[in-house]
């Protein structure tokens, strides 16, 4: 954002010190320009009295003589001729028969003066011609051409031009250090605040903002810093309490499931059944707080890689998908179903820990066998798509509805077929899997997978820069 609003402002002040400097070069250039003319116009005002004075007294040694003194102080040829276009004095090498005086003598004898139009330059170069007829009034007794140098005058506009863009690139100069400075005046206390609120974002404790820069933005980080405190506060708590609730029971379950166990050999048959009840109720139980402290976990982790550069953990995930394979397969076989596995053929680098990836297999696999019932074919596959790693598990069970979809990933969410059936769960495992994966960037996708069937693939950004390394995990693993 500062370097948005500097550019802007630089912007400003550069259109604004240009409106100004652009306009005075020119002028200033338009203005030496005339003092030219008006300088050589006095001049040839000057040798055409003297030619006219020439005329009425038949003596023309004044007119050449100051010609001829006039080239050698300013270097600048003249050519003064009578009416009938006889040379008078013709100085520094400029002739009267030369085809552009010629044209201007004529002009000048019809009693027409010439002056050249336009502005210089600081890089204009060469001369100016000028004319002007001799005589009073209508009668014209003779004519005077002037080549005059500009290289004086554009020196000169060289010079003012350079005070001119001096000045204007100070004054640009202090408008930038004034820009940054009111700049970082504004903007850092937003920066802070954007940080903090990020922070939050994640739930994570805010750093607290120091007050700063305008009283507008001093007051809205004061008044932030009394909102994060109480968010924070109740986030905590509120982790607190999962977590030592989750914590804090185990124990008791301990103590009740021993208590379970040692009342089995005292029951009589007619209270099996009652016990094998307990005892599942039991195991699901502890399931759940052990599912409830590691999605309290993953909420934890992912808000941390919100704030925070996890990108230089990565690992094989081909080597990973493997090594669950070799875990899960027993256990699908057991179950009833088919697990097979479709390797990548080269390592797949991804950006995530090994130990973050296998749980979300483990999720994705544990469902697939819970759910698709005996029988069924399941599938895992690891896969590198442009930017992205995909792992995908696809079973052909009974899947999902299109309603069910949207709420798999909701907490504590059974199907209602599950619930029908008795499934043990806890409706967490794919809200875990979910907020490790958008941890690290990526996302859980949930399809159908024609002609019945669910698809879950777990996307996850690639990693960079450890592919050798990667290469040599995988082929151990396989």
Avoid at 142 to 156: F, K, M, W, Y
């Amino acid at each position: 954002m500062r370097t948005r609003v500097q550019a802007a402002l630089l912007l400003f002040v550069v259109i604004t010190v240009a409106a100004f400097a652009v306009p005075l070069l020119l002028f200033t250039a338009s203005d030496r320009t005339q003092q030219l003319v008006l300088a050589r116009s006095a001049d040839l005002d000057r040798f055409a009295s003297l030619m006219n004075q020439a005329v009425a007294t038949g003596d023309t040694s004044a007119v050449v003589a100051e010609a001829r003194r006039y080239t050698r102080l300013y270097g600048e040829p003249l050519v003064v001729t009578d009416t009938r276009r006889r040379p008078v004095v013709q100085t520094g090498g400029m002739r009267a028969a030369d085809p552009a005086v010629a044209g201007l003598l004529d002009a000048a004898l019809r009693n027409q003066t010439a002056h050249p139009g336009g502005a210089l330059r600081p890089w204009s170069r060469g001369y100016r011609m000028f004319a002007e007829p001799a005589g009073t009034g209508t009668r014209v007794s003779g004519a005077v051409v002037l080549r005059a140098s500009v290289g004086t005058a554009a020196e000169d506009i060289t010079r003012r031009w350079a005070l001119v863009l001096s000045g204007a690139a100070l004054v640009a100069v202090a408008c930038t250090v004034l820009a940054r400075a009111a700049t970082g005046w504004v903007v850092s206390p937003l920066r802070r605040l954007d940080r903090a609120v990020g922070q939050l974002a994640a739930g994570l404790p805010p750093e607290q903002t120091r007050a700063g820069g305008p009283p507008e933005l001093r007051q809205l980080a004061t008044g932030f810093n009394r909102m994060a405190r109480t968010v924070t506060a109740a986030l905590e708590q509120q982790r607190r309490l999962v977590a030592d609730t989750s914590h804090q029971m185990r124990n008791p379950m301990a103590a009740l499931r021993l208590r379970v166990d040692a009342l089995h050999t005292h029951l009589p048959p007619s209270a099996r059944r009652t016990y094998s009840g307990v005892t599942t109720e039991l195991d699901r139980l502890e399931t759940l707080l052990d599912d409830m402290l590691a999605l309290a976990a993953a909420e934890h982790r992912a808000g941390e890689l919100t704030v925070t550069d996890g990108s230089d953990s990565v690992c094989d995930a081909a080597a990973v998908a493997v090594v669950q394979y070799r875990l899960w397969e027993p256990v699908a076989r057991r179950a009833g179903t088919r697990l097979t596995l479709r390797p990548a053929p080269a390592a797949v680098v991804t950006a995530c820990t090994d130990r973050e990836l296998a749980q979300v297999i483990d999720i994705l696999l544990d469902n697939a066998i819970k759910y698709a019932g005996p029988g069924a074919d399941i599938s895992l596959r690891c896969t590198a798509e442009g930017p992205h790693t995909l792992v995908t598990v696809t079973d052909d069970g009974p899947g999902l509805a299109p309603a069910e979809l949207a709420l798999a990933t909701e907490r504590f969410w059974r199907a209602g077929r599950q619930r029908r059936d008795g499934t043990s769960g806890t409706g967490l495992g794919l809200a875990i899997a979910e907020q490790l994966l958008t941890g690290r960037g990526g996302r859980l996708e949930l399809e159908p997978a024609p002609p019945s069937g669910l698809r879950a693939r777990a996307v996850l950004p690639r990693g960079r820069g450890t592919g050798d390394r990667a290469d040599g995990v995988a082929g151990e693993a396989r």
